[in-house]
């Protein structure tokens, strides 16, 4: 069973900066494609940004030239760092994984609890 367990979030003020891990068990080269999404109460859940097996990245316009996706292969790690940070980036983050390389598309199979950040 895939679990994806998401940590780092917290509160910073406007300018700041976070990362966040996600810790995966199983085989990470099996995951075609990890992202990270967000999503405020009310809202759809977002894409934020993508990163597939071969390493290639994909982020939403809102957040490129300021988040940086990674991942840590030896430590089945995903990452995502986060320099200059807004209030509108407010959310609840989720990490996502999916055999296929689904890139920000929203039916990623494999869902982590969440963690919340909060930009003031």
């Known amino acids: 069973d895939v679990q994806l367990v998401e940590s780092g979030g917290g509160s910073v003020e406007t300018g700041g900066s976070l990362r966040l891990s996600c810790a995966a068990s199983g085989n990470f080269n099996n995951y075609g494609c990890m992202a990270w999404f967000r999503q405020v109460p009310g809202k759809e859940r977002e894409g934020v940004a993508a990163?597939?097996?071969?390493?290639?990245?994909n982020y939403a316009d809102p957040v490129k030239g300021r988040f940086t996706i990674s991942k840590d292969t030896a430590k089945n790690t995903l990452y995502l760092q986060m320099n200059n940070l807004k209030p509108e980036d407010t959310a609840m983050y989720y990490c996502?994984?999916?055999?296929?390389?689904?890139?920000?598309?929203?039916?990623?199979?494999?869902w982590g609890q969440g963690t919340q950040v909060t930009v003031s």
């Open positions: 996502a994984a999916d055999t296929v390389n689904l890139q920000l598309a929203r039916h990623y199979r494999y």
């Open positions: 990163i597939d097996k071969h390493g290639i990245t």
